[in-house]
């Protein structure tokens, strides 16, 4: 088992401000018992102004990064946050994973050009890589926002023993759009009998809805419309009952 805090988090253009929000959180969920703390998408700081992001971007050996790693350190806690990396003239939508130090990152490939926005336009295609860490007796995987709508990422992960698939996210509001991000939510969870963990950002342009989604597709536990932070624990035993139940993964195999 683990305890993961999922953080609904509205991120400025500001580093500095959003890293005193890190700090904030992340105290609170060590204090809580949580083993893993994650922020959404764009947390390091939010623009689509191409300029500032260049201008602000950094490596994921930057200082930022650097300041994250002493954060979760004193704190005796693991995490995921979300950068703009900067790397050769680049500038990725990255999620770094952290323990200790930089375990991984994942460069989010699959980019949000659809309703009108070209996020294509300021960010460059990551390439995974579609790595499994592991926090106790549970297996999981990292990726970003939009891909909940690429099922195909979900299966690559599910099919290498993941036991949670982590997406952090800066869902864009709009019409049904909160309806689609809880029926993708469940559909990703049911499907791949894994849990669904998402953070999201909240305010202006975000929906929010942070959420849990369990290997059978129910949404246990999920945020409202402020920042705040949940906090949810994560069975192993869970999974093994649905999987026993529901062999989706096992009968997957007859289909080759």
Known sequence: MIRIALTQIHSSMDKESNLEKLRKYTEIAA???????????YFMFYSNDKKYLNENAEPINGIWVKNVIKIFNENSISGIVCINELNDNNVFDTAVYISG???????????????????????????????????????????????????????NYSKNGADMIIIPSGWFSGP????????????????????????????GDFTGISAVADPIGIISERAGESETMIFYDVKKERINDVRQKMPLLEQLNNLR
């Open 176 to 203: 049904v759009k909160e309806e689609q991000w809880l029926s993708l939510l469940r559909a990703r969870a049911l499907e791949n009998t894994v849990y669904i963990a998402s953070s999201n950002q909240i305010y």
């Open 31 to 41: 204090s809580n018992g949580a083993d893993l703390i994650v922020f959404p998408e």
């Open 101 to 155: 130090d930089v375990k991984g990152y994942y460069r989010k490939k699959m980019l949000y050009d659809a309703f009108g926005y070209r996020e294509s336009d300021i960010y460059k295609s990551g390439n995974g890589p579609f790595n499994l860490y592991r926090i106790n007796d549970i297996s999981f995987g990292i990726l970003i926002c939009y891909e909940i709508r690429f099922p195909e990422l979900f299966r």
